[in-house]
C-alpha cells in the first residue's frame, strides 16, 4: 500500500460533521495525520495527490459492531478478508465483539486480535471485552485487565444478561473504570425460541416469534440499573418503536445512555421474511414499517446516535436450511454507507447527518478520537463519488462472506478512496 | 420466491404442493374432485389402481408421525408406487449431514416424490426449492406453518356433508398458535368461499395478529360455536398442558371441551371433525367423539383418497413437464 509523508486531497466537498466542515476545500495529511484544512503550512510540499473534484471526503466511517469471525469461525470470514471489506466500504475502525471462539475474555484475546489486525494494516480493530467470563453470564471477567489491553467497551455479545444480579454487579464494576457496557436490549425469556418478529407474517408463516415486549422490558431493566448504577450504557441493535420514546425520556433524565441500529433495520422489515428468506433472518428481527419509521426517526432526531453494520458473515451452508435452522446475520460492511445514503436520497437524514452517524456519532459514544478530521488526529479518511449508480452484485463483494438480502438493490453513492493513518487501503482505481 | 409460483407449474398445474397459500378456488376443487373417485376404491374388492406404477414415493420424515406415515404410504401403495419409508431423527441430521446432503444422497436412488414431514416451518418450500428439476414434493406437515393436506381431507369431509361453502360458519377451536393443521384449514375455507370462519381458544394459543389471517376470535366455546354447521376440533399436544401456556388438561376441558352440552348451541345438523389422535376428556368428552355428529372415523378413510388424488396430480404435471 502507498504511504505517502504529504499527501494532498484536492477539491473534495470535505463533510466533517464533528467540526462543523462542509465546504469544497483541500485537505492535507502529514505523517498519518491530519495537517490542514483548506491551505497547508508553508514549505508543504505533497508526494501525492488524489483529485477528489465532484468527490466528497468524510472522516473514516466508525463500525460499533462488525465480527470478522477470526478466531475461531475461519471458515466465515478472515481477519484479512473482512478488513478488505471494511476498507471497500469505506470503514476505518470497527468494533470487533467478543464472541470469538476462544472468547476475548483475557487480556491475551484482546491484544491478539488487535495484533493480528493491525498487522495487516487494513482497518484499524478495536476489541470489546467480555463482560461475564465465556460470555455465561455468571463471573465477572478480568475488567480492569481487558481495557489495558485495548478494550474501548464491554458486551455480552449476543447473550444477554439473564440475571439482573450479576447485571448490577458488572454495571458497577465497569463504572468504577469508567467503561462503557454495551448492552442487547432482549429478554431471554420472551425471546423464548423465537426467530422473527411476533407480527402477522410470522403468525402466516408459522414460524416463533420474538415480540417487541422482548426489547421494551430490557431497555426499561438496563435504564433502571443504569441510573442506579451510574454505569455508561449503549443499546447495541434497536428494532423497536417503543424504544425511541424510552431512550428520549433517559436523555431528559441526562441519564449516560447511548443506542445505535442495524443500517438493515431502517430499510427492511418483517415483509422481507415472504417466502422464509433466511437471508433477512437477523437477530433482533425485522420488525413492522412502524418500527422501521420510528427508528428512522429516532436516527434523524439524533436519539440514536450511531448507524451500524452489524456484520456477520457466513458460509453458504448456514443460509441453506429451514429458516429456523438457518444463521441470523448479513455481510454488511460493504453495505454500510451505501444503505445510510439511501436515507439521504429518501430525506430521512441530511448528507451532514448521515456521515455524523457513521464518524463522530458513534466515536463519541465510546469517546474514541477517530470520526473527524481535526488537525492532528488521525488521517483516516474516506472519499466517495456521490453520484455514482451501481447495483450490489456478490462478485462485487470482497468480504468472505455473501449472505446479504441486498443484492440486486441500486444504489447511489460508492467509496473510491479509503484511507488508514495517511496510508491509501483501498483504492476503486 | 412466492410460494404458487414454486407449486404450481405455468399451467397453474400442481407440481409441489406445500401450502395452500396462494392457490386458488379452482386448484382446491380440482383436487376435492381427483379425489372423489378414489373414494370408491376402498369399496371395491381389487384395491389397486396402476397409475403410478413405476414410480418411488419417498416418505421423509423428521417428525415422526406413524399415522400420518401410515396414511401416506396406503395411498401412495394404492396407486401402486414404490414406497420407501424414512424416519430420520434431527440430531443424526444436524450433527452430521445437512438437510441438503440427505436430499441429494435420497435423490440419487430416483425418487419420484417426496412426502416431508419437519419440525422447521418452511422445510417443505426449502426441500421443494432444492429438489431435481422433476421431482415433486407434498409437505406432510412443517413446524407450525402448513400440512395441506390435513386441510384438503377436512375440506373434502365438509364438502361431502354440507355440498357447498358458502352460508357455512365453520368453527376452529383450540391451539392455532402451534398448529400448522389450522393455518392450512383457515387458508382453504376461506378461498373456497366459506361465510364465516371463526376460531376460539385461550390466548394463549392463539397467534399473535390472529385476525390478520382472516377469522373471528372468540376466548368464549359456547359464543364461539353459535350456530355452526361445522366444528373442527385441533389436537392439544401433551407439552402444551402444565406450561406457561395452559395449566393443565382439566382446566381446558372446563373451559373449551366439547361436550353433548355445549354442542346445543351449534347448528342441529353441525359435524365435527378432529385431525386425531384425540385426547378424549380433553379436547371433547367420548359421547361427542363417538356420538352422531362426530365425522372424525370418515375423515380418516377420506385422507386416504385426498392423498392418493394429490400424489397423482403431482407426479403427472412433474411427468409431462418433465419429458
Redesign the interface.
Given at each position: 500500500m502507498t504511504t505517502p509523508r504529504n499527501l494532498r486531497i484536492a477539491n473534495g466537498r470535505l463533510i466533517d460533521p464533528a467540526n462543523g466542515i462542509d465546504e469544497t476545500c483541500d485537505l492535507y495529511v502529514t505523517d498519518g495525520r491530519i495537517h490542514a484544512v483548506g491551505e497547508p503550512h508553508a514549505g508543504f510540499k505533497p508526494d501525492l495527490t488524489i483529485n477528489a473534484e465532484e468527490r466528497i471526503v468524510c472522516p473514516g466511517l466508525v463500525d460499533l459492531s462488525a465480527r470478522p469471525r477470526e478466531p475461531g469461525l475461519e471458515h466465515k470470514g478472515t481477519l484479512r478478508s473482512e478488513s478488505r471489506a471494511a476498507a471497500k466500504g469505506g470503514i476505518t475502525t470497527f468494533c470487533c465483539p467478543p464472541d470469538t471462539d476462544p472468547v476475548i475474555d483475557t487480556p491475551a484475546m484482546a491484544m491478539l486480535v488487535r495484533e493480528r489486525t493491525d498487522g495487516i494494516g487494513l482497518a484499524r480493530l478495536l476489541p470489546l471485552g467480555a463482560l461475564t467470563q465465556g460470555l455465561e453470564g455468571n463471573r465477572l471477567s478480568e475488567l480492569a485487565a481487558l481495557q489495558q489491553a485495548g478494550c474501548v467497551a464491554l458486551s455480552n455479545g449476543e447473550y444477554p444478561l439473564a440475571n439482573t444480579r450479576v447485571e448490577r454487579g458488572v454495571l458497577e464494576y465497569a463504572s468504577t473504570l469508567g467503561m462503557t457496557v454495551m448492552l442487547r436490549p432482549e429478554d431471554h425469556h420472551l425471546r423464548n425460541n423465537g426467530c422473527v418478529h411476533?407480527?402477522?407474517i410470522?403468525?402466516?408463516?408459522?414460524?416463533?416469534?420474538i415480540?417487541g415486549a422482548a426489547e421494551t422490558v430490557a431497555v426499561a431493566r438496563d435504564l433502571a440499573l443504569a441510573e442506579y448504577t451510574g454505569c455508561r450504557i449503549h443499546f447495541r441493535g434497536l428494532s423497536t418503536a417503543t424504544s425511541v420514546p424510552m431512550l428520549t425520556q433517559a436523555h431528559t433524565q441526562r441519564l449516560p445512555v447511548s443506542a445505535d441500529v442495524a443500517a438493515h433495520q431502517l430499510h427492511l422489515t418483517e415483509m422481507d421474511i415472504?417466502?422464509?428468506n433466511s437471508q433477512c433472518h437477523v437477530n433482533p428481527p425485522l420488525r413492522s414499517l412502524l418500527d422501521r419509521d420510528t427508528l428512522r426517526h429516532g436516527v434523524s432526531q439524533g436519539v440514536i446516535g450511531a448507524i451500524c453494520s452489524d456484520h456477520q458473515p457466513h458460509e453458504p451452508?448456514s443460509k441453506?436450511?429451514?429458516?429456523?435452522?438457518t444463521q441470523p446475520g448479513i455481510s454488511a460492511l460493504e453495505t454500510l454507507l451505501p444503505l445510510t445514503l439511501k436515507l439521504v436520497e429518501e430525506r430521512i437524514l441530511t448528507l451532514s447527518q448521515a456521515i455524523a452517524r457513521l464518524t463522530c456519532g458513534p466515536a463519541d459514544i465510546l469517546g474514541l478520537p477517530y470520526g473527524r478530521l481535526s488537525i492532528g488526529s488521525s488521517a483516516d479518511i474516506c472519499i466517495f463519488d456521490p453520484e455514482a449508480n451501481w447495483q450490489l452484485t456478490a462478485r462485487d463483494l470482497v468480504s468472505a462472506g455473501h449472505n446479504t438480502p441486498f443484492l440486486g438493490w441500486e444504489f447511489t453513492g460508492r467509496v473510491t478512496h479509503t484511507l488508514l493513518e495517511g496510508r491509501i487501503v483501498y483504492d476503486a482505481g | 420466491m412466492h410460494s404458487a409460483n414454486l407449486q404450481l407449474n405455468g399451467e397453474d398445474k400442481l407440481k409441489h404442493f406445500l401450502t395452500i397459500d396462494g392457490l386458488k378456488r379452482e386448484v382446491l376443487t380440482r383436487i376435492l374432485d381427483a379425489a372423489e373417485p378414489f373414494t370408491e376404491e376402498s369399496q371395491r374388492t381389487v384395491k389397486k389402481l396402476p397409475l403410478l406404477t413405476g414410480t418411488v414415493i419417498c416418505n421423509l420424515f423428521f417428525d415422526t408421525s406413524p399415522r400420518l406415515q401410515a396414511s401416506f404410504e396406503v395411498a401412495a401403495k394404492r396407486l401402486s408406487a414404490d414406497v420407501l419409508n424414512l424416519d430420520i431423527n434431527i440430531p443424526a441430521t444436524s450433527g452430521d449431514e445437512t438437510l441438503l446432503d440427505t436430499l441429494r444422497n435420497l435423490e440419487a436412488m430416483h425418487v419420484d416424490l417426496f412426502v416431508v414431514r419437519h419440525p422447521d416451518s418452511g422445510a417443505a418450500h426449502f426441500i421443494a426449492r432444492h429438489v431435481a428439476p422433476h421431482v415433486s414434493v407434498i409437505n406432510a406437515g412443517d413446524g407450525h406453518h402448513a400440512h395441506p393436506t390435513q386441510a384438503m381431507l377436512d375440506m373434502f369431509t365438509i364438502r361431502r356433508y354440507k355440498e357447498e361453502f358458502v352460508g357455512l360458519r365453520v368453527a376452529i377451536i383450540g391451539d392455532v398458535l402451534h398448529s400448522g393443521v389450522a393455518r392450512s384449514q383457515i387458508l382453504a375455507l376461506n378461498t373456497l368461499g366459506t361465510s364465516e370462519v371463526r376460531v376460539i381458544g385461550p390466548p394463549t394459543l392463539l397467534p399473535t395478529d390472529t385476525r390478520t389471517l382472516g377469522v373471528h376470535v372468540f376466548h368464549d366455546l359456547e359464543e364461539g360455536i353459535d350456530d355452526a354447521d361445522v366444528i373442527i376440533l385441533l389436537r392439544l399436544q401433551k407439552e402444551r398442558m402444565n406450561s406457561a401456556l395452559l395449566p393443565g388438561g382439566q382446566e381446558y376441558f372446563r373451559l373449551y371441551g366439547l361436550t353433548g352440552e355445549r354442542l346445543q348451541a351449534a347448528k342441529q345438523n353441525v359435524i365435527i371433525l378432529h385431525p386425531g389422535p384425540m385426547n378424549r376428556g380433553v379436547e371433547l368428552d367420548s359421547k361427542v367423539a363417538d356420538g352422531p355428529r362426530s365425522v372424525i372415523p370418515q375423515q380418516v378413510s377420506f385422507g386416504i383418497a385426498i392423498r392418493m388424488a394429490i400424489m397423482s396430480m403431482t407426479i403427472e404435471t412433474q411427468q409431462v413437464t418433465g419429458k
Open positions: 411476533e407480527g402477522p410470522g403468525s402466516r408463516l408459522g414460524l416463533p416469534g415480540p415472504e417466502g422464509f451452508d441453506e436450511a429451514p429458516f429456523p435452522s | -
